[in-house]
């Protein structure tokens, strides 16, 4: 059936770093997209980026680009979202997903709180 | 990369049928037939619901179907029950390995 299991949230200074992991369990990660959607508190879901099977290709909403940088390592089964120069609308709980447009499998997500 | 349009809320009687809509453009639900709906229970992670369109991943009631007519995808689950009530949200493929959510809509279960 398979696990996402997200780690790496936290509370950060406007303007810090957070670098969030996603980690794979029982399906065959390296034959995935892995996709990063957030849910600021109240509010809807937003896509954040996603990246190809063998990570040559890298995708962003335009309020991450310059930001944001996500990656993988198939060899950990993992995946990562390196946050870089964080804002307050940056607050969310951050999750993870498989694949690029059907999102079959989630992690339980993993709250991300930007504080001025 | 504006979010697709929904209503922020819908409602029925247990055991009648109620539509959501989802609004976008030629760029994204217009355009392609990667439209998917999630389910989202408070403090929950999203589920699959629907996926291109109008497919069911395994386990998903028959009770929920999807179309899409243009730049308008639907979202209708049958038979209303009480652990229908969640919030709904619809996806689109919009281009260029991006995709694209709805803004969610609330379904209560009167």
């Known amino acids: 059936e398979g696990q996402l299991v997200e780690s790496g949230g936290g509370v950060v200074q406007a303007g810090g770093s957070l670098r969030l992991s996603c980690a794979a369990y029982?399906?065959?990660?390296?034959?995935?997209?892995m996709t990063w959607v957030r849910q600021a508190p109240g509010k809807g879901l937003e896509w954040v980026a996603n990246i190809k099977e063998d990570g040559s290709d890298k995708n962003y909403v335009d309020s991450v680009k310059g930001r944001f940088t996500i990656s993988r390592d198939n060899a950990k089964n993992s995946v990562f979202l390196q946050m870089n120069r964080l804002r307050g609308d940056d607050t969310a709980v951050y999750y993870c997903?498989?694949?690029?447009?059907?999102?079959?499998?989630w992690g339980q997500g993993t709250l991300v709180t930007v504080s001025s | 990369q504006s979010a697709l349009t929904q209503p922020p809320s819908a409602s029925g009687s247990p055991g009648q049928s109620v539509t959501i809509s989802c609004t976008g453009g030629?760029?994204?639900?217009?355009?392609?037939?990667?439209v998917s709906w999630y389910q989202q229970y408070p403090g929950k992670a999203p589920k699959l619901m629907i996926f291109?369109?109008?497919l069911r991943p395994s386990g998903v009631p028959s009770r929920f179907s999807g179309s899409k007519s243009g730049n308008t995808a639907s979202l209708t689950v049958s038979g209303l029950q009480a652990d229908d009530e969640a919030d709904y949200y619809c996806s689109s493929y919009a281009g260029s390995n991006t995709v694209i959510f709805g803004g969610g809509t609330k379904l209560t279960v009167l």
């Open positions: 997903a498989s694949e690029q447009v059907r999102l079959g499998l």
């Open positions: 029982g399906f065959m990660f390296r034959n995935s997209w």
């Open positions: 030629s760029g994204d639900v217009g355009g392609y037939n990667h």
């Open positions: 291109e369109v109008n």
